[in-house]
């Protein structure tokens, strides 16, 4: 009986690596490991050769970002500088333009004539006009001539039209201070029912000197 065990022991080895090459060559087990490969394969190409270069380019994007960034604020700046220039310019040319217009010395007559013209046309009443002279103690301004004036007005648009003109003088003027009472009505000589209203103003400023030579 031994001899017929070992006999049948090798045909059931042959059955089994049958069915091993069998389920190899099954096209449906084929297509099972191809579909592993691929996969296998994909995710190496991604893993080692994709995702690299997607970081590589999501780094020079932020870089790129950055650099605008820093051309934007490079071209405001630049912007801003042309504007500052220009500026610049433009005061420089305005203050030879004032240089020309100013008088280059003090003159109290002209300066008065002036303010009597534009007090006339503005139909104001000058109670006081002076153009002070500095004291010991003051030290003389070469650039400004001061002055003050007082006068009357029955309406405020006189008084309006009197600050308009000054601006207007042939030289630059500042009002440094400027205080317009009411006086209470009073009654005229044309008849008791009619009042006069009279504003009395007291201004005080400077009038500009060139500082050209």
């Known amino acids: 009986m031994v001899p017929d065990i070992y006999y049948f022991l090798p045909m059931e080895r042959d059955d089994e690596m049958k069915d091993v090459n069998f389920s190899l060559s099954n096209p449906k087990t084929k297509f099972v ?90 139909g104001i009443n000058y109670t006081s006009l002076n153009f002070p ?14 002055f003050t004036l007082d006068f009357t007005a029955t309406k405020l648009d006189n008084v309006r039209y009197f600050l308009t003109h000054i ?21 005229t000589a044309a008849g008791a029912g009619f009042y006069a209203v009279e504003y009395n103003v007291s201004i005080s400023g400077e009038i500009y000197l060139s500082q050209r030579k």
């Open 133 to 146: 002279k500095a004291s010991k103690n003051q030290q003389a301004s070469a650039d400004t001539a001061p």
């Open 33 to 122: 490991l191809m579909i592993i490969i691929y996969l296998i394969i994909a995710f190496a190409f991604y893993w080692f050769l994709l995702k690299p270069q997607f970081q590589e380019i999501n780094d020079l994007n932020a870089e790129i970002v950055e650099r605008e960034q820093k051309l934007s604020l490079l071209n405001l700046a630049n912007r801003k500088m042309n504007l500052l220039v220009n500026d610049n310019d433009f005061m420089e040319d305005r203050i030879l333009q004032l240089q020309e217009v100013l008088p280059i010395e003090r003159n109290d007559f002209v300066f008065g004539e002036e303010f009597l013209v534009t007090g006339t046309i503005c």
């Open 167 to 187: 601006y207007r003088f042939p030289q630059i003027v500042r009002v440094n201070s400027l205080s317009i009472n009411k006086v209470k009505p009073r009654t």
